[in-house]
């Protein structure tokens, strides 16, 4: 965490942007506590309120529709080709895509609020060809909710027991 607060400390909100997409994206950034750190700084007025939770916003949205297009162009070959190293084989993955091609859509949703599934669940949506349209709908509204109710906990929790 120390490195994730030097980082915001030096660039602000351009770093907040961007660690919430490396973290979508699957680097191992705690996306939950940089969003409650981010909401604790916004009680002690460092950052704006309303401008943090659309930089979680966007930087989320970044990182989702980046790691959907990588599932779309490059995660069929790479699934079939060394999923088996990881006991996804063929008929497994066949069974993964026809489950989320039936409940995908609340997948995305709800996959938000479960670190490690949140990571993976883009993914998936581009290699199982997902309508862009109603995934980019459906993933926007859990970044929307995602971020507001983080952010918003930091802020309220920061406000309450801030030692400054």
């Known amino acids: 965490?120390?490195?994730?607060?030097?980082?915001?400390?030096?660039?602000?909100?351009?770093?907040?942007?961007?660690?919430?997409?490396?973290?979508?994206?699957?680097?191992?950034?705690?996306?939950?506590?940089?969003?409650?750190?981010?909401?604790?700084?916004?009680?002690?007025m460092v950052l704006n309120f309303s401008v943090s939770v659309l930089v979680c916003f966007m930087g989320s949205i970044t990182g989702t529709l980046i790691s959907y297009t990588i599932g779309r162009r490059v995660g069929q070959p790479v699934v079939e080709k060394f999923g088996k190293w990881v006991g996804l084989t063929p008929r497994r993955f066949a069974s993964v895509?026809?489950?989320?091609?039936?409940?995908?859509?609340?997948?995305?949703?709800?996959?938000?609020?479960?670190?490690?599934?949140r990571h993976v669940c883009s993914y998936i949506s581009g290699i199982s060809a997902m309508s862009f349209r109603k995934y980019l709908l459906i993933t926007t509204a859990g970044a929307l909710i995602w971020s507001i109710l983080f952010v918003s906990i930091g802020y309220f929790v920061g406000a309450r027991f801030s030692f400054v």
């Not at 351009?14 to 700084?41: C, K, N, R, S």
């Not at 895509?97 to 599934?117: Q, S």
């Open 1 to 44: 965490m120390p490195w994730i607060i030097e980082m915001i400390t030096q660039y602000g909100y351009l770093a907040v942007f961007l660690l919430m997409a490396l973290g979508i994206i699957g680097i191992p950034v705690p996306d939950e506590l940089l969003m409650l750190f981010v909401g604790y700084l916004c009680s002690l």
């Open 97 to 117: 895509k026809r489950w989320f091609l039936k409940f995908g859509y609340w997948t995305v949703f709800i996959a938000y609020f479960i670190p490690g599934l």
